[in-house]
């Protein structure tokens, strides 16, 4: 659970107690990034990769009795590896697609677009769906499923016990989901505003406009978060929340047990609303 100013991860550990890891947020979190409009996407793409990464790391030496290995030069390593992997994946295969299609199909610049960004979404669909027929990653999901359901009962009002929390929903807007899918629809229109380019220059492109995306993405999530209570905004969400049900699956009550206590952990460091 992540607030403003700090981040809790509670683990179970092979003896079943629940393991708190409490630790302030770095400093970019404060800086005057954070309250610039589309910049301060850039964190939450940064936000989603390591402090995730961290968790699991952290979670997976508890398990192992092993002392905590991905620091310094390592984690940034797991990083470079993990966004380069993301990159060429979401971004680079689906540009190659597209560029394809309109070379040697001679599809027009708008259906060639169109084309790369239903690449796009399909692997996106097609690896968060693969990677969950994985058990541990499975069990991720169910984590997953528990930190929406303890947030929605948090925001509903009520006590937060395993028992209450297990009734609430197992979507959200402010998910890290509804914001991947946000930026890969996005991509759609602002590449097909860019026009044809040399295919060095159409590569490029894709990779220096993913800020530009993850700034535009970020900043819709929050505009339909504030904004849920109404009609239309519930209806253009419905893809959002629908793309959660691959990312999330019916915790136990023991899972839920430990999203609580991260919950009251970060809630006790800061006192605040979390931020997913």
């Not at 968060?128 to 541990?136: E, H, K, N």
Request: charged content about 15%.
């Amino acid at each position: 659970m992540r607030g403003s100013r700090s981040v809790a991860m509670a683990m179970r550990a092979p003896d079943q107690s629940i393991v708190i890891h409490t630790e302030p947020l770095g400093a970019i979190y404060r800086s005057w990034i954070t309250r610039l409009p589309f910049l301060r996407g850039l964190i939450a793409l940064w936000d989603a990769l390591g402090l995730g990464m961290r968790a699991l790391t952290l979670s997976a030496n508890l398990q192992t009795g092993e002392d905590e290995k991905l620091e310094g030069p390592a984690l940034t390593l797991a990083l470079i590896v993990s966004l380069v992997f993301g990159i060429g994946l979401f971004f680079l295969i689906p540009a190659g697609a597209g560029y394809a299609a309109r070379e040697w199909l001679l599809l027009g610049h708008g259906w060639s677009s169109l084309l790369e960004g239903v690449v796009r979404l399909a692997l996106l669909i097609g690896y968060v769906w693969a990677i969950g027929l994985m058990p541990d990653i499975r069990r991720v999901y169910m984590y997953h499923g528990a930190e929406h359901k303890t947030i929605n009962a948090f925001e509903a009002g009520v006590e937060l016990t395993p028992q209450n929390v297990a009734g609430f929903s197992l979507q959200h807007p402010r998910c890290g989901t509804a914001f991947l899918l946000t930026l890969v629809l996005i991509s759609i229109f602002l590449f097909t505003v860019i026009g044809p380019l040399p295919i060095a220059l159409h590569l490029v492109s894709r990779i220096l406009l993913i800020p530009v995306l993850a700034g535009i993405a970020y900043e819709y999530i929050r505009w339909t978060a504030a904004h849920i209570d109404s009609p239309l905004v519930r209806l253009l969400v419905r893809p959002n929340l629908a793309l959660q049900n691959l990312t999330t699956r019916e915790p136990t009550l023991e899972m839920l047990e430990v999203s609580i206590a991260a919950f009251h952990a970060m809630s006790t460091a800061e006192n605040q609303v979390p931020v997913l």
